[in-house]
């Protein structure tokens, strides 16, 4: 039986999120074996107003990617949208539909945990170095800082910790690592970065880092590239 998530909204939506997907995913099996609606997936998808901060997703979501809370909240409506429905063939389909939406959209905001914007950045550099598994010199290139800074940001005894324009650096990169991990190998990130992407006007994402701006559509491109190899 699913343990559904509590009705009260969580400090930040990030805490509830890995229940939340444990009850996604158990919702999306039961769909699948079952030529009806189980009421216990109706039951959750009637909850999503409170469980995805529907009355107040500004707060609510305030810490997810927007792209993230769309999605979240786009594949709610489509799920409630598809229990009206008077075909129990079409709104099965569609309810599948809708939870698929919810369920990755949570996928990503429960891997962006290790690049939560509260994560020290000397632990997030530590992590993107474990990561991508490349000499260290070719991860300072990235960074656009000397190998010795880079060493010293690893360092446990030096105090020095990337600040400013490197530390949002560091953070972009580690919430573009933590994505296209799952469909790349360790340097295999990195070589998505430096590749022109054709939906970037033929420009590679790396080169993309001075401009703030354009943070949003690089994350989306680094999760639709796990999404399309996606089982």
Not at 128 to 152: H, K, M, N, Y
Request: some cysteine; overall charge neutral.
């Amino acid at each position: 039986m699913m343990a559904l998530t509590s009705d009260r909204t969580p400090t930040t939506f990030e805490r509830a999120a890995e229940q939340m997907l444990r009850d996604l995913n158990e919702a999306t099996e039961l769909l699948a074996a079952s030529k009806v609606v189980p009421p216990q997936v109706e039951a959750l998808v009637d909850r999503f107003d409170s469980l995805l901060c529907a009355r107040n997703p500004e707060a609510g979501l305030a810490s997810v990617d927007p792209y993230l809370a769309e999605g979240l909240l786009g594949g709610a409506v489509v799920c409630l949208k598809a229990l009206r429905q008077k075909d129990a063939t079409r709104a099965r389909r569609d309810l599948r539909l809708g939870l698929e939406q919810v369920r990755q959209a949570l996928r990503d905001v429960v891997d962006e945990h290790p690049v939560r914007a509260d994560e020290h950045p000397k632990d997030l550099v530590r992590w993107l170095v474990d990561v991508v598994s490349l000499p260290q010199g070719e991860i300072a290139r990235a960074f656009g800082v000397a190998p010795r800074t880079l060493q010293r940001w690893l360092s446990e005894s030096d105090p020095s910790a990337p600040t400013g324009a490197d530390e949002t650096r560091v953070r972009i990169l580690a919430r573009l690592v933590g994505h296209l991990r799952h469909s790349f190998t360790g340097p295999g990130t990195f070589r998505w970065l430096e590749r022109p992407h054709p939906l970037l006007a033929d420009r590679a994402p790396l080169s993309l880092l001075e401009d703030e701006a354009r943070y949003p559509e690089l994350v989306h491109l680094a999760a639709r590239a796990r999404s399309m190899v996606a089982t």
